[in-house]
């Protein structure tokens, strides 16, 4: 949850601040429980957008609710102004931390313009970020057979790059993304680290609110 509790905290700062920017937060709000509704390995869903997902792995739950949230900000929300830059932040994979470790979050993007400024931001802040790469190879192995797409690649080769090509299927043409994974950073554990006291860090919401400044 530390995602959405991170968007939550940086409109409440935008708005406190009274940044002149249009800012559109969305959060993906879930039980996450056992239950007679809940899926299983093999079974095939439809995703908002319509495309369909078989379940590889059911500890692969964030990134269903992230795509179909996506889904909902870029055509379903009911918006004086569609959003043409998204930012996405989610502890979506232990993979990123294999990769990063605890100092840095993994951004991936489709535009390099939003890379740069991000990574620009992101030194500035203090929250740092490090690009990573969403390649063809990456792409290719979140097709389905089955399905369109399947939730988690097979193995444990590049886990946090599959996830957020996963992701980018559910970003519509023309937009500017940027999915940060926080699954390093957004919990030092229990002993202070730096200027963290122990636990969760809030980390995103100075890099996000230093962006929105700047825009």
């Given at each position: 949850m530390m995602g959405a509790a991170t968007v939550l905290s940086t409109m409440k700062a935008a708005a406190t601040l009274k940044l002149p920017v249009n800012l559109v937060g969305a959060v993906g709000l879930v039980e996450n429980?056992?239950?007679p509704d809940s899926y299983f390995p093999s079974s095939i869903l439809t995703s908002l957008k319509g495309l369909t997902v078989e379940v590889l792995n059911t500890d692969a739950e964030g990134r269903l609710v992230l795509a179909d949230l996506l889904t909902y900000v870029q055509t379903q929300a009911k918006l004086q102004k569609t959003p043409s830059t998204i930012i996405d932040l989610a502890t979506l994979t232990g993979a990123i931390i294999v990769s990063l470790g605890s100092r840095r979050a993994g951004l991936f993007a489709n535009s390099s313009r939003l890379s740069e400024k991000l990574m620009?931001?992101?030194?500035?802040?203090g929250e740092e970020l490090w690009p990573m790469p969403v390649g063809p190879e990456h792409t290719?192995?979140?097709?389905g057979g089955l399905a369109d797409l399947v939730n988690a690649a097979a193995g444990r080769e590049a886990g946090a790059c599959t996830a957020a090509a996963f992701l980018a299927n559910f970003v519509e043409p023309g937009k500017e993304w940027a999915h940060l994974d926080i699954a390093g950073t957004a919990d030092v554990g229990d002993k202070p680290k730096g200027f963290h006291p122990g636990g969760v860090t809030g980390f995103g919401v100075q890099l996000l609110?230093?962006?929105?400044?700047k825009k």
């Open positions: 429980s056992i239950g620009a931001t992101g030194t500035q802040s290719e192995r979140m097709k609110v230093d962006y929105l400044r």
